[in-house]
């Protein structure tokens, strides 16, 4: 299990709550590159966020230009949950249009992330 922080775009992960607190980031994600595609309104509250290329028919991954993870973040509460959901679609947007609303706005509340999955391009390297 991992910690993270939305900041502007974005998104620094920490392995504890003491790295939080000390502000020790394990690695940083930038969510314009990425699209709010799925989300779960009840438990587990949980909210998909996909690279922009895999989210549209007409975006292609380009090796070292765009991310290649997906993102599936959970919140313990609804009202957590409702929050993070605002802030990720106020950075990302939805769909796959490659288009953002560019809000700077960031959510400083630490949230756990309980799952990363691999695209298909990863998955590919595997089989």
Do not use: M
Request: proline residues 3%.
């Amino acid at each position: 299990r991992r910690y993270f922080i939305l900041r502007g775009t974005q998104l620094h992960f920490f392995k504890s709550l003491d790295d939080v607190v000390l502000f020790n980031t394990t690695r940083v994600v930038d969510l314009s590159q990425y699209v709010v595609q799925s989300f779960h309104e009840v438990e587990p509250f949980t909210l998909a966020l996909v690279p922009k290329w895999a989210a549209s028919s007409t975006l292609t991954p380009v090796s070292g230009r765009v991310p290649s993870l997906s993102w599936y973040l959970r919140a313990d509460t609804s009202s957590s949950f409702n929050v993070w959901f605002r802030s990720c679609l106020a950075v990302c947007g939805t769909g796959g249009d490659g288009e953002s609303s560019g809000s700077e706005e960031g959510n400083e509340e630490v949230v756990e992330v309980v799952q990363q999955e691999e695209t298909a391009e990863k998955k590919g390297k595997q089989e």
